[in-house]
């Protein structure tokens, strides 16, 4: 099952511009992460946000999230050429061993 | 430091023939282990998620099954390859509950071609 979706499905930019990409959910959830993809790679853990949270910050990142209208947001401040991938929200669908994840954003940043 | 290996980490096989992909982590013990395929640019589907050795649960039916023969080893096999099976496999581990803000960590993925 798909529980997250991401918007847009492609973000072009250029260097040193703000970068936000959105995720929608269907159920309940218990908490709700972040990934980054380079190509070809594997994923990485950028950041997380309890349900009970509504806004959290790491370095350039900024992660909002609005459980009534089942949504999320990651914010990416003066963004790099380095930024450029694939990023990904996931939920736990309230499960405590899954984690489902959306269909990602693919963000090019332009030198 | 925990780390996780899995391969091989590109594979071509004929259509019909068997499948085995292994991934191991180290440095941790009693993990929770992940079986995700990636279509090209597209999202990620989780295939198998195990807690516990010889614990395995299925999400999604089809060709593919998964077995944990150790604590820290999770294999995907097939006996026959379909074309549809292509794609970007990751295997991925979490320390605990993922309720509990837990977080998955990956292997690099194995790219499989079935032509």
């Known amino acids: 099952s798909q529980q997250g979706e991401e918007d847009p499905q492609a973000l072009s930019i250029q260097e040193g511009e703000n970068a936000t990409m959105n995720c929608s959910y269907k159920?309940?959830?218990?908490?709700l992460q972040w990934y980054r993809q380079n190509s070809g790679r594997g994923l990485v853990h950028l950041i997380l946000?309890?349900?009970?949270?509504r806004e959290k910050h790491s370095g350039r990142l900024r992660v909002t999230l609005d459980t009534s209208k089942k949504s999320s947001s990651l914010l990416i401040t003066a963004s790099r050429a380095a930024d450029t991938a694939s990023y990904f929200c996931?939920?736990?669908?309230?499960?405590?061993?899954?984690?489902?994840f959306g269909s990602g954003t693919r963000l090019l940043v332009r030198p | 430091s925990q780390t996780i290996h899995q391969w091989p980490a590109t594979l071509v096989q004929p259509v019909g023939s068997p499948l085995s992909l292994e991934c191991t982590v180290e440095?941790?013990?009693?993990?929770?282990l992940y079986w995700y395929r990636q279509a090209a640019g597209r999202g990620l589907q989780l295939l198998f998620y195990?807690?516990?050795?010889?614990?395995i649960s299925s999400e999604v039916p089809q060709n593919l099954s998964a077995s944990r023969p150790q604590d820290r080893q999770f294999i995907l096999s097939s006996k026959k390859l379909l074309l549809s099976d292509s794609g970007f496999y990751l295997c991925?581990?979490?320390?605990?509950?993922?309720?509990?803000?837990?977080?998955?960590?990956f292997g690099s993925g194995t790219q499989l071609s079935v032509l």
């Open positions: 159920t309940s959830i218990n908490n």
């Open positions: 946000i309890r349900s009970n949270e």
């Open positions: 440095g941790t013990s009693n993990p929770n």
């Open positions: 996931a939920t736990d669908e309230g499960s405590s061993y899954k984690l489902i």
């Open positions: 991925a581990w979490s320390p605990g509950r993922l309720t509990t803000n837990e977080k998955l960590f």
């Open positions: 195990s807690v516990g050795i010889g614990q």
